[in-house]
């Protein structure tokens, strides 16, 4: 799995699917394997599996609110994202955390 990644916003009812959907579609036109994660006031959405967390080369996370069950992904690099961007350039939000996470990679 190439990321996996969860939206969030304060009530959880519009901007955390748009998002979601947005990082899905953006992820599919560039090739690359996601799971996207939804938290808000429904509780989570399709949830990331600790054995898809630890698969997976990066978290991305769409949004300013806390994180349940962050534990899930020990030792995996995370990049925070305004859940904004994540619907308005959806790609260049991925492509960028590519760039940092490769970076790492090569160290």
């Known amino acids: 799995?190439?990321?996996?990644?969860?939206?969030?916003?304060?009530?959880?009812?519009?901007?955390?699917?748009?998002?979601?959907?947005?990082?899905?579609?953006?992820?599919?036109?560039?090739?690359?394997?996601?799971?996207?994660?939804?938290?808000?006031?429904m509780g989570l959405k399709n949830e990331i599996t600790p054995e898809e967390a630890q698969k997976a080369?990066?978290?991305?996370?769409?949004?300013d609110q806390k994180i349940e069950k962050m534990e899930r992904f020990k030792g995996k690099p995370a990049m925070r994202v305004d859940i904004n961007m994540c619907i308005k350039k959806p790609k260049a939000v991925i492509q960028k955390c590519l760039q940092a996470v490769e970076k790492l990679e090569n160290k």
């Open 57 to 63: 080369r990066f978290l991305l996370i769409g949004s």
């Open 1 to 41: 799995m190439d990321f996996v990644a969860i939206t969030s916003c304060p009530a959880g009812l519009a901007h955390t699917p748009m998002a979601a959907k947005a990082l899905e579609n953006a992820a599919k036109e560039l090739g690359l394997d996601a799971k996207v994660e939804q938290q808000g006031a």
